[in-house]
């Protein structure tokens, strides 16, 4: 990529087609995750839009920015969100019954804190988990979870099997749309799996993404945006078969896509879904370029709605400062003129601004203090937990903006 930030693709990253067709522009942004101490610190925008390949139907991100420069600040840690820790109870219940040869071999890629290895543990299974982020993985270990620093490929596989032997079962959840080498990853997911072995992708659905109007979901971190046809195609060049799926509430809707080496009689679930997504149309051009017309559409009604409030001369509050919260802003052209302050709960994220809008983001506390007369749901994907939040803990009263699923909405609290 030599000495620049990022770089266009001229091929599809999955079956290396040079038919790729621009579907929707979001305008140069800067990368979510670059928030700022100071305002006046320099900031890079690098183009920001998704393409469709005309061969395998993937969608993905034009460019591709520097994983260096994306990561080195990385700051999610799963534990810290309810949604996550409930869930991690049920993806361990659904898979384990997945799984044959008790107790398992498990191995999960991009672990994070461990807190989907840790049900596995608690019932005797082996656990090991890599995750690139070195002071996460560090709080893993310290709490028992372990897990080796590292970017997971088939090397990694291979070191795996060298010292533990292979996995019965083996996970990746929202990792395959983030990664360019997705190849790497893939191969070294069968490889080091056994023979009888159970695998799991979780990615956010492309469907959910269309229904929903996700194009909040769309930053630079983001840079596959999965169907089921397209994964069990990427699966299938590994020799890997998918047989069987889940719905996950993660990212507003998510699934998780099981395999295996043997081809196992595919469930019910998973044919009556595939068939779905076949007739919804999900792969074709013209229904991408529908979501694009929408998108748009979109954009004006939420920026009215805002405008509205700031002509009331209303203090507006934003809620979540996530990656999509950037890309919703920076559309939407929605900034520091419109937003007193975002409020977030990741103390990591505390006294900066955000990237490209300059709001400042503050402890929720603090947003509440200033007496909003509206709050903006920014993470409206954590809504109910959201929702309870700002009325027990916070007494607010007031209007709230939901600016997504779909047509944005007002409630009153
Ligand atoms: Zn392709």
Redesign the pocket.
């Given at each position: 990529m030599g000495n620049t930030l990022y770089e266009p693709i001229t091929a599809?990253?999955?079956?290396?087609?040079e038919q790729?067709r621009v579907v929707l522009d979001l305008g140069a942004q800067p990368p979510a995750n670059s928030l700022r101490d100071r305002l006046d610190a320099a900031l890079p925008v690098i183009p920001l839009s998704i393409c469709r390949?005309?061969?395998?139907?993937?969608v993905q991100l034009t460019e591709t920015v520097k994983p260096e420069y994306l990561f080195r600040n990385y700051v999610w840690v799963t534990g810290t969100s309810a949604t996550a820790q409930d869930y991690s109870r049920r993806f361990f219940e659904e898979s384990a019954r997945r799984c044959s040869d008790h107790p398992l071999f498990v191995v999960e890629v991009a672990s994070n804190d461990g807190t989907f290895l840790r049900p596995f543990q608690e019932r005797g299974h082996r656990v090991l988990g890599v995750d690139p982020a070195e002071n996460i993985a560090c709080i893993a270990n310290e709490q028992g979870i372990a897990t080796w620093a590292d970017f997971f490929g088939r090397k990694v596989a291979e070191n795996i099997i060298r010292k533990h032997g292979h996995a019965d079962f083996v996970f990746a959840r929202n990792v395959l749309p983030h990664v360019e080498h997705v190849h790497d990853v893939v191969s070294g997911m069968g490889h080091c799996l056994s023979a009888e072995g159970t695998g799991a992708i979780e990615f956010h659905y492309a469907q959910c993404i269309v229904d929903g109007l996700h194009y909040d979901s769309i930053y630079h971190e983001h840079l596959f945006y999965f169907s089921i046809k397209s994964m069990v195609y990427l699966l299938e060049q590994h020799g890997l078969w998918a047989f069987d799926l889940i719905e996950s509430p993660i990212s507003g809707g998510s699934l998780v896509l099981y395999f295996s080496k043997d081809k196992r009689t595919r469930s019910q679930a998973f044919t009556q879904k595939l068939e779905a997504e076949d007739q919804s149309g999900l792969g074709l051009q013209e229904t991408w370029d529908r979501f694009a017309q929408a998108c748009l559409a979109h954009r004006e009604r939420l920026a009215a709605m805002i405008n509205e409030e700031v002509t009331r001369e209303a203090t507006i509050a934003g809620y979540g400062a996530s990656a999509r919260s950037s890309t919703l802003l920076n559309f939407c052209g929605i900034n520091n003129r419109h937003l007193a302050c975002i409020a977030d709960q990741n103390p990591i994220k505390h006294n900066k601004y955000t990237a490209g809008t300059n709001i400042l983001i503050v402890p929720p506390e603090v947003a509440l203090s200033k007496k909003p007369a509206a709050v903006l749901l920014l993470a409206w994907n954590f809504k109910d937990e959201l929702l309870v939040l700002l009325k027990n803990r916070y007494q607010f009263h007031g209007r709230i903006i939901i600016p997504l699923p779909n047509d944005p909405e007002v409630i009153v609290l």
């Amino acid at each position: 990529m030599g000495n620049t930030l990022y770089e266009p693709i001229t091929a599809c990253r999955i079956c290396h087609s040079e038919q790729i067709r621009v579907v929707l522009d979001l305008g140069a942004q800067p990368p979510a995750n670059s928030l700022r101490d100071r305002l006046d610190a320099a900031l890079p925008v690098i183009p920001l839009s998704i393409c469709r390949c005309d061969n395998c139907a993937t969608v993905q991100l034009t460019e591709t920015v520097k994983p260096e420069y994306l990561f080195r600040n990385y700051v999610w840690v799963t534990g810290t969100s309810a949604t996550a820790q409930d869930y991690s109870r049920r993806f361990f219940e659904e898979s384990a019954r997945r799984c044959s040869d008790h107790p398992l071999f498990v191995v999960e890629v991009a672990s994070n804190d461990g807190t989907f290895l840790r049900p596995f543990q608690e019932r005797g299974h082996r656990v090991l988990g890599v995750d690139p982020a070195e002071n996460i993985a560090c709080i893993a270990n310290e709490q028992g979870i372990a897990t080796w620093a590292d970017f997971f490929g088939r090397k990694v596989a291979e070191n795996i099997i060298r010292k533990h032997g292979h996995a019965d079962f083996v996970f990746a959840r929202n990792v395959l749309p983030h990664v360019e080498h997705v190849h790497d990853v893939v191969s070294g997911m069968g490889h080091c799996l056994s023979a009888e072995g159970t695998g799991a992708i979780e990615f956010h659905y492309a469907q959910c993404i269309v229904d929903g109007l996700h194009y909040d979901s769309i930053y630079h971190e983001h840079l596959f945006y999965f169907s089921i046809k397209s994964m069990v195609y990427l699966l299938e060049q590994h020799g890997l078969w998918a047989f069987d799926l889940i719905e996950s509430p993660i990212s507003g809707g998510s699934l998780v896509l099981y395999f295996s080496k043997d081809k196992r009689t595919r469930s019910q679930a998973f044919t009556q879904k595939l068939e779905a997504e076949d007739q919804s149309g999900l792969g074709l051009q013209e229904t991408w370029d529908r979501f694009a017309q929408a998108c748009l559409a979109h954009r004006e009604r939420l920026a009215a709605m805002i405008n509205e409030e700031v002509t009331r001369e209303a203090t507006i509050a934003g809620y979540g400062a996530s990656a999509r919260s950037s890309t919703l802003l920076n559309f939407c052209g929605i900034n520091n003129r419109h937003l007193a302050c975002i409020a977030d709960q990741n103390p990591i994220k505390h006294n900066k601004y955000t990237a490209g809008t300059n709001i400042l983001i503050v402890p929720p506390e603090v947003a509440l203090s200033k007496k909003p007369a509206a709050v903006l749901l920014l993470a409206w994907n954590f809504k109910d937990e959201l929702l309870v939040l700002l009325k027990n803990r916070y007494q607010f009263h007031g209007r709230i903006i939901i600016p997504l699923p779909n047509d944005p909405e007002v409630i009153v609290l």
